[in-house]
């Protein structure tokens, strides 16, 4: 990555939902994606729309969160790691966080299944690692068949209003 690329990325700081079109939404292997920019999707913190259209989002502050809740198989989280340096947390239904260690280059994160609550598996994935560290993106969620279902998070924390 050059310098003047993380500059930008480091200068820019968005707190959005943003919406795909469904026909965005299946990939040519017949599994089902999810993008980045896709409502059901809840952010928080400073991202980068990243190259493809914004449908990448990069990711270099410590505690930017994913929140989203799936019922079904598990889904893949698909990301992209500068190093084998960035670190996540994730939860699951508020249990305690488990530490993920990327590897440089593509991850696919397996998501847990089986029986959920009726509202489903609501995940959390907070970056913990600053951005010299190490930038990663996060290109989406791979379904692993049409009968897993992602829905909007429960409302999160409340943000300030200065």
């Keep these: 990555m050059k310098f003047p690329e993380l500059i930008v990325l480091l200068s820019t700081c968005v707190i959005a939902t943003f919406a795909a079109s469904p026909s965005e939404s299946v990939i040519e292997d017949k599994s089902r994606f999810i993008p980045a920019i896709d409502a059901r999707l ?7 729309e990243t190259h493809e259209g914004g449908r990448v989002f990069g990711l270099g502050y410590p505690g930017i969160t994913l929140r989203f809740r799936y019922v079904g198989l598990s889904p893949t989280l698909k990301l992209n790691a500068a190093s084998a340096d960035c670190f996540f947390n994730l939860s699951v239904n508020d ?3 488990a530490v993920l260690r990327l590897e440089a ?12 609550p ?3 598996w609501e995940v959390k994935l907070v970056r913990r690692t600053e951005a010299w560290q190490g930038l990663v993106t996060f290109e989406g969620l791979v379904l ?4 897993t279902e992602v829905i909007a998070p429960s409302p999160g924390p409340n943000r300030r209003n200065w």
Excluded: R
């Excluded at 280059?105 to 959920?116: K, V, Y």
């Design 118 to 120: 009726a509202e489903g």
């Design 105 to 116: 280059g593509e991850n696919m994160i397996d998501l847990p299944a089986g029986s959920a």
């Design 144 to 147: 692993p068949d049409s009968e």
């Design 95 to 97: 249990w305690p966080s």
């Design 42 to 48: 809840d952010w928080m913190g400073c991202t980068k």
